[in-house]
């Protein structure tokens, strides 16, 4: 479970439905700051607040803390070097340094190049020593996490949403 790609969702789902934060913090009467706080990832809501969600969009709290996202752009994380530089920087740019080094741990030396390109500042080596060994299986799930959350980004887009607060 991803706090950023949940949020992502959560902001997903409420532009959907044409609400701002305000729009549903009446609903769900709590504050708007508190929606602003889960689209950023800062927090998830409550159990309750959760089964009210689930209601209001007709799904599952489930759906909601691990969102089945359509391949709107990519469907691999390999194909993350096809996405404008400056788009998939300020994409990636939610993710900490180190869950990026962590996908990388799995990625061909071509795409490695290209996350050097687009971040130039990260001592790669330092950090990945820092890390250390991590299992093919968190690899793997940085790797949906990312995919999910550009994906996320896209249907946003396509959609006709810009990705202001609409507060």
Known sequence: MNMKVIGKYLQYLRKSYNYTQDDLAGRLAISRQAISKWETGATIPD??????????????????????????????????????????????????????????????????????????????????NRIGRVKVEQVEDMHRQIVALINLCAMDRKDGRDGKSGR
């Open 47 to 128: 159990l309750e607040v959760l089964l009210e969600l689930s209601k209001l969009y007709g799904i599952s709290i489930n759906d909601i803390l691990e969102p089945e996202i359509t391949q709107q752009r990519i469907t691999d994380f390999e194909q993350i070097s096809t996405i404008p530089q400056e788009e998939i920087k300020e994409i990636l740019g939610e993710f900490d340094r180190n869950s990026l080094l962590l996908a990388l741990m799995g990625a061909s030396p071509e795409l490695n190049n290209f996350f050097k390109r687009i971040f130039p500042e990260i001592n790669d080596e330092m950090m990945m």
